[in-house]
Every structure is written in C-alpha cells, then in structure tokens.
C-alpha cells in the first residue's frame, strides 16, 4: 500500500469540498437551517447564561450529533434519488428511517438542553 505525501493544497481543497456541502446543506434544506438556528440560541443562551464547560461541552455534541445527522440524512437522499429515482418501499422505508434518526438526534439535544438549563432558569425566576 502506498500513501499520498501530506500537500497543504490538497488539504485545503478538501475543507473547501466540505465548506461546500455545509452551504449547500444550509442553501437546500430547511431543517438544517433550523438546526443552524437553534444551535444559536442554544450557543448564545448557553454564554448569556454563564454554563459551565463541562455543560457547554455537552450541549455542543448534542447539537453537533443533530447537524451531523442531518447531514448523513441529507446525503443518503440523494443518493437514493440518483441510484433509485423511482420511489419504492425499499427507498422510502430508508428515507423514513434516516428522518426518524434525525428526530431521535434532535429529541435528545432537546432533553439535554433542557436538563442543562433548568437549573439556571430555576435561579433565574427564584
């Protein structure tokens, strides 16, 4: 097996590929925007609030897991409209399943978010 010698261009065209499908995710889907949006408030929120780092840690791989799944999600369709663009059960049954893992993804950030705050909203109207 041979390996590619490291090329700082060839590293930068790839976070360039990658930049790329971000926005073109954020231009085409609109839950990933209001993925986007609710991990700004939650990020805002959570400096308005002082949260700790352990907490802020926590919050960000929860909101991270959500946009990641939205993006394998995203991924997955269009592959399945390019291989199969013909709608079968098989198709639909995958899409309903990726979008059923991107519910889950998004109830749990929920949950810890809601867990993570709590507390300071408690202090807040106490």
């Not at 930049?19 to 939650?42: D, E, M, P």
């Not at 780092?53 to 990641?68: M, Q, Y």
Request: positive net charge; proline residues 2%; aromatic residues 12%.
């Amino acid at each position: 097996m041979t390996y590619d010698k490291f090329s700082l261009k060839k590293l930068f065209k790839s976070f360039m590929y990658a930049s790329r499908g971000v926005v073109n995710l954020l231009k085409t889907q609109q839950n990933a925007r209001i993925h986007l949006v609710f991990a700004i408030a939650v990020a805002t929120l959570g400096y308005i609030l002082s949260i700790t780092r352990i907490e802020a840690t926590i919050l960000f791989f929860a909101v991270t897991f959500v946009i990641s799944m939205e993006i394998i999600n995203t991924a997955i369709e269009k592959l399945l409209d390019i291989v199969n663009p013909e709608s079968s059960k098989s198709v639909e049954f995958i899409k309903d399943a990726m979008a059923g893992a991107v519910l889950i993804a998004s109830i749990i950030a929920l949950v810890v978010t809601v867990l993570i705050f709590t507390p300071y909203f408690n202090k807040l109207l106490s």
